[in-house]
């Protein structure tokens, strides 16, 4: 890449799209607080300036991300049910740091942190025994007096794109709030469903 000369807004921006990796351009303007007129502009000089790229989600959503990544459609539905969260609970994602699975992402809101995990269609089953593996390590056991296990996780966030899937998925309670979000990327549309406990 060559040296580039950005300003304190595409910096911003540019930062943005490395810390989420992917995003649509309504999830930049959300997610970065920025006004619809003024963001398009700065990303399009970042797109000239070889900062960002335009690419597209196999379902030929457009997305912005890093000039030398391919898009990542899980990070996709992570922002989408971010920027619904900031829209409709007046908040602000306090930080936010990709995961590695069975989490997509961990972010920290209204004073809660929330493991989230985007689950495709068809990853139902390697999903629960990866996420069961990791919250039974999280709670020791008996015999060590639940020395050396990290602290549980409180506030589970799933999404899906297929409400049907719910019933898939496992994940033993225990005192969690554990939250579904089914999300419609071609529509822009996110319905949170709280599951019963199991």
Do not use: H
Not at 53 to 79: F, T
Not at 164 to 181: H, T
């Amino acid at each position: 890449m060559k040296n580039m000369s950005l300003s304190t807004d595409e910096i911003r921006i540019k930062n943005l799209i490395n810390l989420y990796d992917t995003l649509t351009l309504r999830q930049i303007e959300v997610l970065g607080n920025l006004k619809s007129a003024q963001q398009k502009k700065i990303v399009d000089n970042l797109i000239k300036k070889k900062a960002i790229k335009i690419d597209y989600l196999a379902d030929g959503i457009e997305v912005y991300c890093n000039y030398y990544s391919s898009p990542n459609r899980k990070l996709v539905l992570v922002g989408e049910v971010l920027k619904e969260l900031i829209i409709n609970t007046n908040s602000t994602v306090l930080w936010f740091q990709k995961q590695e699975y069975p989490f997509t992402a961990i972010a920290y809101i209204k004073n809660k942190i929330f493991d989230i995990a985007a689950i495709e269609d068809g990853e139902e089953e390697i999903f629960n025994v990866a996420v069961n593996r990791i919250i039974n390590s999280e709670t020791g056991n008996e015999e060590n007096g639940y020395k050396n296990s990290p602290a549980p996780r409180k506030n589970i966030l799933i999404i899906i794109e297929n409400a049907e899937k719910i019933s898939k998925i496992q994940i033993p309670n225990n005192d969690r709030n554990v939250v579904f979000a089914c999300t419609d990327l071609k529509n822009s549309d996110v319905q949170f469903i709280a599951k019963p406990t199991i």
